[in-house]
């Protein structure tokens, strides 16, 4: 007994390591994300991870060029950045069944009972990968480039774009989101940030 006592607790520490760990690397990928993008608005590291907000004269377009990554876009679209090995998630069927609810059994006579309730009953779903690939950010907008599925999609219908050191999370004007699950660095972060708040009236 006591000795699974010992095993919980040594669990139980070992849960708190990791979830602090977790923890310090979000922060401090959200403070390296602040500063990549305060560069660009010439601000000092200081600066930039005390902010929540990013306002006043943006300098993106005299502090970047676009880049080659090997594609022909359409004229006039133009790349600033790309992330590789991406994951586009779906939220589809795992193939188990689920049953779930509330029921009543009473019984009202011998080998005899009432049973009422109701429930639900069908297939577990669970987000899943769809495709894997390239995600380009544009002047235009979006173009993910899986080896199961191409999606692109323009600025003027991404309402919100939702960026995380393991996701990116597109929040469409209609329809469900779309995500990418994979190592998302804070500088190219940043890059796709600001592309979005300078193009998207294009």
């Known amino acids: 007994m006591e000795y699974l006592i010992v095993i919980v607790i040594l669990l139980v520490i070992l849960l708190v390591l990791f ?47 676009p880049i080659d990554a090997g594609i022909r876009m359409p004229k006039g679209e133009k790349i600033f950045v790309f ?55 544009t002047n235009k907008g979006i173009f993910f480039d899986g080896d199961q599925k191409n999606i692109k999609l323009p600025w003027a219908k991404i309402m919100r774009e939702t960026i995380e050191p393991g996701s990116i999370q597109l929040e469409k004007n209609n329809g469900a989101p779309i995500l990418f699950n994979g190592a998302i660095d804070p500088k190219d972060a940043a890059i796709m940030m600001l592309v979005g708040k300078l193009y998207e009236h294009l």
Not at 105 to 133: C, T, V
């Open 19 to 65: 979830f602090a760990y977790a923890n310090k690397q979000g922060l401090e990928w959200e403070k390296q994300y602040k500063i990549e993008i305060g560069k660009y608005y010439k601000l000092t590291p200081e600066q930039s991870s005390k902010q929540n907000s990013f306002d006043g004269l943006c300098y993106f377009d005299e502090m970047i060029s």
């Open 83 to 137: 992330f590789d090995n991406l994951n586009l998630m779906a939220y589809k069927s795992t193939g188990n069944f689920k049953f779930g609810g509330v029921f009543f059994r009473q019984k009202i006579a011998p080998s005899l009972y009432l049973r009422a309730g109701a429930g639900k009953f069908g297939l577990s779903k669970s987000w899943q990968a769809d495709a894997i690939g390239s995600l380009y950010v």
